[in-house]
């Protein structure tokens, strides 16, 4: 096994035709997170005015990477971006050990590690999706499903083991974790990383809605959790990721998307029904529905946000950032918990009128989106290389022998990158607003490639670079 790993690090091209580990930053950063936040060894505080502001901060800063999208993409482009989340995430971290083992006051302490922790979250997901954005889209959805799987697994060997193990693994998590990213970005050839370019597009309103609707009805319910809920909450979110690694992986040509995206709305009914029973299995069984509704519900939606932004070219920090912002609905569905919780005689009442509209809201929400093929076609899920659209599969295609040739050539970087778009059918002009470069530096960059390549001219480059596979020869 390690071995095969080392294989998938050493060959930059393998990235993207399997998984490899370092592509799953993710799952160590969402294990830093329950042992932070939801393990028992704080007594209290992961339910308590700690997450509270972890969910503050995140938000805020989501809210931040909105009002600035087109200064701050490509993420990853900037030097030295990795350090940010790595440094606010330690430092949540050296905090939450300060506090817990005594040198620093236990309040400070926790308002320093939910603080740096919100925000340290929020930029590594900024910058990790920008690393996976990179990959195919069957990878992409991989990935994401299988993150939960192994967060879960982690956080259940990290947890309870006492103070000192649990600081060492809340030291080394976020190092993991974007030392992934990073490693992960090295890997992808150059003409691949994300761009700068930020074209206008329409912004999916619907499935923002939705994903509001969901986290509002989980802050609503997540204050009825017992405290250190983290694991079982871990526990089914690697339910629903294995879940959607078996659709993927088996049954995505058997089973439409359009079925998977229904999911979540009979499973959250399904746990409002419940919750108006009483008795302590119905009550379980209700808080693992809505869990897993919220999970199925994000994961599906993100895998949305990946397809929406391989098909129109929009940065895919543009989608993760408004994902984000969503949360601040969950705090408001925390907020409205507390006040039904201080007014009891009109608890029950509200509670029942918020869950009825919620429910009206998401299946109007749902059929709205199922309803219209036109809109779902736009939105749906299409696999790369098996469902992905002929224009694109041709442009893959392209890329790979663009990078061949430039391989087999000697070219520099910029060199393939000007040789991409101008074996794509770009116009010079085209090439040259492109890449913001003057009409002498493009010319001098096509001088370059036809004295390397020993191919003259814009049409035999397309028509090389054209061929199929069997007829191709650098």
């Not at 994000?298 to 993760?320: E, N, Q, W």
């Not at 749906?380 to 430039?406: K, Q, T, V």
């Not at 074996?423 to 001088?447: C, N, P, W, Y």
């Amino acid at each position: 096994m390690l071995a095969a790993m080392h294989q998938g690090f050493s060959k930059p091209r393998a990235a993207g035709d399997r998984l490899v580990l370092s592509f799953m930053g993710l799952a160590f950063a969402r294990a830093w997170l329950a042992i932070l936040f939801a393990d028992p060894l704080s007594k209290g505080y992961g339910a308590t005015y700690g997450s509270v502001l972890f969910d503050i901060a995140y938000v805020i800063c989501a809210f931040v990477a909105l009002a600035a999208l087109r200064r701050i993409v490509p993420v990853t482009a900037r030097a030295g971006a990795w350090a940010v989340p790595l440094c606010l995430m330690e430092m949540s971290s050296i905090a939450f050990i300060l506090g817990e083992a005594g040198p620093m006051n236990a309040h400070v302490a926790h308002v320093v590690s939910s603080v740096a922790g919100g925000a340290g979250f929020l930029t590594f997901c900024l910058y990790n999706a920008e690393v996976l954005a990179t990959q195919p889209l069957r990878n992409v959805m991989m990935y994401l499903a299988l993150s939960p799987v192994l967060g879960f697994v982690l956080t259940f060997f990290l947890t309870d083991v006492g103070l000192e193990k649990t600081s060492v693994a809340l030291v080394l998590l976020p190092l993991i974790a974007v030392g992934l990213c990073v490693n992960g970005l090295s890997l992808v050839p150059p003409r691949l990383r994300p761009k700068a370019d930020f074209p206008r597009f329409n912004i999916p309103w619907v499935l923002l809605v939705l994903l509001a609707a969901y986290a509002f009805v989980y802050g609503l319910h997540q204050s009825s959790l017992t405290p250190g809920v983290g694991r079982y909450s871990s526990f089914v979110n690697a339910a629903v990721g294995i879940v959607a690694v078996a659709w993927v992986a088996f049954f995505s040509s058997k089973v439409s998307f359009r079925i998977l995206y229904g999911a979540p709305v009979l499973l959250m009914i399904c746990g409002f029904v419940l919750v108006s029973l009483h008795g302590f299995i119905v009550g379980f069984v209700a808080d693992v529905l809505i869990a897993a509704a919220f999970g199925l519900a994000t994961l599906i939606i993100s895998f949305m946000f990946y397809d929406m932004s391989k098909r129109s070219g929009v940065p895919i920090v543009a989608f993760s950032a408004a994902y984000a912002a969503t949360n601040v609905f969950g705090l408001l569905g925390q907020a409205a918990s507390n006040f039904m919780a201080s007014y009891p005689a009109y608890g029950s009442f509200v509670a029942a009128i918020t869950y009825v509209a919620i429910a009206a809201l998401l299946l109007l929400m749902e059929y709205a989106t199922l309803a219209d093929r036109t809109l779902f076609e736009r939105w749906g899920i299409r696999l790369a290389e098996d469902d992905a659209p002929e224009m694109l599969r041709e442009a893959e295609l392209i890329e790979r022998r663009c990078h061949d040739f430039a391989k087999a050539h000697s070219l520099t970087a910029r060199e393939e990158e000007v040789l991409a778009l101008v074996a794509q059918g770009l116009s010079s002009r085209e090439v040259q607003d492109r890449l913001f470069i003057a009409e002498g530096t493009f010319k001098t960059h096509m001088r370059h490639i036809y004295e390397k390549s020993g191919v003259r001219g814009m049409k035999r480059l397309r028509q090389l670079l054209g061929e199929s596979d069997e007829n191709r020869s650098f």
